[in-house]
């Protein structure tokens, strides 16, 4: 009688070893199938070589985010703002929320190419800060732009359609190329206006920056100058100070946020921009603000369309704040609206 009890026993363990094991292989099986379903964006690093004003060889570097494959996709030329580079566009999950707009996007059957800007990130940096201009970089842009559209490119692919989207000095970039060569299907802005307004940059900041040919901002004046505090996570802020943080050429300075700073639409070129706008304001944006939304739209006097949101919650850098989606569904309704989704 003992001896069945021990063996029937003996059974019963067995089995619930077996049972144990089964379910840690489902979990298993479980949890590896989330990180596919989290990690099905693809990305590439790609390189696209330019030329100079002075004649000289150069090289913007970019990273390709899809899903499943980029072909037949609305590209996204996604461009940064001052102090900043590609990583703007790709932030990681930080507790729980998701600050990448170049993996929302690419979910959404976008490819999106977050690139360098010359003199930033991995791409070229010439020796002269002062030659990094608004017509350097708006040049860099179009020959993105001819390469991708050509297929003569490093992904060997040529994109039907192409809109540039840009953050605060990337919004002056993309307006400045597009009214210069008239090559994007669509411009996006975010964190750009131009409704003349008093800004609070005190000029002694100018000053001190304009002595370097490259500067960055200093790190304790981050916070203060791109976040709504309450509309964003301090870890998230702190993660922007210690990962976001790049340099900006002098030329940049001088050519392209002096003229936003005094409203010379004319240098930037913003009337002469072709084709569909869209345009988004930050609700806290200290340096433009969505109250000034109702008068943007009159300055893009040759664009096709225009249309402007004021994106509520939100300081200069939208990406960074809880709201974000907000804005990048926004986004990705207007340009479904345009022909350019998916």
Same mark, same amino acid.
């Given at each position: $009688?003992?001896?069945?009890?021990? %063996?029937?026993?003996?059974?019963? %363990?067995?089995?619930?070893?077996?049972?144990?094991?089964?379910?840690?292989?489902f979990s298993f099986a479980a949890v590896a199938s989330a990180q596919e379903q989290a990690n099905d964006i693809k990305v590439e690093r790609v390189t696209f070589p330019v030329t100079l004003a002075g004649g000289g060889d150069a090289s913007i570097v970019g990273y390709l985010y899809y899903k499943g494959s980029f072909r037949n996709r609305t590209l996204l030329l996604a461009v940064h703002g001052a102090n900043y580079n590609h990583k703007y566009w790709d932030v990681p999950t930080i507790n729980g929320h998701e600050y990448s707009f170049a993996r929302y996007m690419a979910d959404r059957k976008y490819a999106v190419l977050a690139i360098d800007q010359l003199g930033t990130g991995e791409s070229t940096k010439p020796e002269d800060g002062d030659a990094v201009t608004l017509d350097q970089t708006a040049a860099g842009i179009h020959q993105v732009i001819t390469q991708l559209r050509s297929g003569q490119n490093a992904v060997g692919y040529a994109f039907e359609k192409v809109v540039t989207v840009g953050h605060s000095l990337g919004s002056i970039n993309a307006v400045y190329a597009q009214g210069t060569y008239h090559d994007a299907d669509a411009v996006?802005?975010?964190? $750009?206006? %131009? /409704? #003349? %307004?008093? !800004? @609070?940059? #005190?000029?002694?900041?100018? &000053?001190?920056?304009?002595?370097?040919?490259?500067?960055? /901002? @200093?790190?304790?004046?981050? @916070?203060? $100058?791109?976040?709504?505090? #309450?509309?964003? &996570?301090?870890? /998230?802020?702190?993660?922007?100070?210690?990962?976001?943080?790049? /340099?900006?050429?002098?030329?940049?300075?001088?050519?392209?946020? !002096? @003229?936003?700073?005094?409203? &010379?639409?004319?240098?930037?070129?913003?009337?002469?921009?072709?084709? #569909?706008? !869209?345009?988004?304001l930050g609700e806290f944006d200290g340096l433009f603000p969505g109250s000034l939304a109702d008068g943007e739209a009159a300055f893009f006097t040759s664009a096709s369309s225009v249309n402007v949101q004021a994106l509520p919650g939100v300081g200069h850098d939208f990406n960074t704040h809880y709201r974000n989606h907000e804005g990048w569904k926004l986004m990705d309704e207007w340009l479904r609206s345009k022909g350019l989704g998916r």
């Open positions: $009688m003992s001896t069945q009890r021990n %063996h029937k026993g003996l059974v019963n %363990h067995a089995a619930f070893r077996l049972l144990a094991f089964a379910l840690l292989l996006i802005t975010t964190g $750009m206006g %131009h /409704v #003349p %307004h008093t !800004l @609070p940059v #005190p000029q002694e900041l100018i &000053d001190f920056l304009s002595q370097f040919e490259y500067f960055a /901002v @200093p790190s304790e004046l981050r @916070p203060l $100058m791109f976040y709504y505090a #309450p509309g964003a &996570d301090a870890e /998230v802020i702190q993660y922007d100070r210690d990962n976001l943080a790049d /340099v900006l050429a002098r030329g940049q300075l001088t050519t392209g946020i !002096l @003229p936003s700073f005094t409203f &010379d639409q004319a240098a930037l070129r913003v009337g002469q921009v072709t084709g #569909p706008v !869209l345009v988004q």
